[in-house]
């Protein structure tokens, strides 16, 4: 069964940075797409960046480019999500999830499984 467990949020003030990770485990993940989503009060959940697991090639939503990197440490089945520049509208719920596919991307609906989220909060 594969689990993702997320981790690094917090209080920070804009312009500042933290960095997320989620450790992943229950399998092997070649072949799969990691992704980060957000989701905001009131508002729906958003795609932020993904990675494709073999490859390492990476992905981001226009809000967050050049902001937030993704990346991943194949030894320890962990991805990461280094955000900087942070600012107020970044505030939400993180979270990590795992497709079992290198077809899409953006589509919430291709990820089977997601962790239970971190809270980022952004203070202006």
């Known amino acids: 069964q594969v689990q993702l467990v997320e981790s690094g949020g917090g209080l920070v003030q804009a312009g500042g940075s933290l960095r997320l990770s989620c450790a992943a485990s229950?399998?092997?993940?070649?072949?799969?797409?990691m992704g980060w989503f957000r989701q905001a009060p009131g508002k729906e959940r958003e795609f932020v960046a993904a990675?494709?697991?073999?490859?390492?090639?990476?992905f981001y939503a226009d809000s967050v480019k050049g902001r937030f990197t993704i990346s991943r440490d194949s030894a320890k089945n962990t991805v990461f999500l280094q955000m900087s520049s942070l600012k107020f509208e970044d505030t939400a719920v993180y979270f990590c999830?795992?497709?079992?596919?290198?077809?899409?991307?953006?589509?919430?609906?291709?990820?089977?499984?997601w962790g239970q989220g971190t809270q980022v909060t952004v203070s202006s």
């Open positions: 999830a795992a497709d079992p596919s290198e077809i899409t991307t953006r589509n919430r609906n291709s990820y089977d499984y």
């Open positions: 229950g399998r092997t993940f070649s072949g799969y797409t």
């Open positions: 990675i494709r697991w073999s490859r390492g090639s990476t």
